[in-house]
């Protein structure tokens, strides 16, 4: 399998596994391309994507420090770094058929080392707690995420701004739950 930071020639494979794996409508192409722009600071890119051959099998999105704002799902008093230095792990996913073999926590890995170099001294996440089985919360536990708030409803506007979204779980208005975590980074 190759790891490789993300280009926008992935934009394709990319956008049809994030719609398959978080539903329909979940990233546009318009949306891909700013996101991606998030990563990018000192000339270094904090998104990745993983091949097996010539399949796209999972990608990660992260923000630089600076590049993104907190909104008012963000617990910032309980964050143990100041904004400026704090990454986000925007989205994820792994191809079903490849999930369990470390391919999410290789890019985790990858992102992580990237936005250390760009200034980061942890990354903040909004975990979707509907995933099957909480997946989405064990695997960032395991990665050493601690959980600062839980968020009902989230998405729930987002959703209804977003024509064409439909969430896996709830359909078009998704009440699903986000745990917001925040992982430290070692120096």
């Not at 596994?17 to 949306?31: F, K, P, Q, W």
């Not at 989205?91 to 250390?116: F, T």
Request: glycine content about 10%; aromatic content about 10%.
């Amino acid at each position: 399998m190759q790891l490789k930071p993300y280009q926008s020639e992935d934009a394709a494979a990319l956008l049809a596994l994030a719609n398959s794996v978080h539903g329909a409508g979940y990233l546009s192409a318009d949306g891909l391309s700013e996101m991606a722009k998030l990563g990018l600071a000192s000339g270094l890119n904090a998104n990745f994507v993983v091949y097996q051959d010539a399949t796209l099998v999972g990608y990660r999105l992260s923000f630089a420090p600076g590049n993104w704002q907190p909104d008012h799902w963000c617990s910032t008093k309980l964050w143990p770094v100041p904004a400026e230095q704090m990454a986000y792990f925007k989205s994820v996913a792994v191809d079903p058929a490849y999930q369990g073999q470390g391919i999410g926590s290789r890019m985790l890995r990858a992102s992580i080392e990237v936005l250390k170099r760009q200034g980061a001294l942890a990354g903040l996440a909004h975990l979707w707690m509907q995933s099957p089985g909480n997946s989405a919360v064990r695997y960032f536990s395991r990665a050493g995420g601690k959980l600062l708030a839980v968020h009902p409803d989230k998405w729930l506007a987002l959703s209804r701004q977003s024509a064409g979204y439909d969430c896996p779980v709830c359909g078009e208005a998704c009440h699903c739950t986000a745990a917001e975590m925040v992982l430290t980074f070692e120096q």
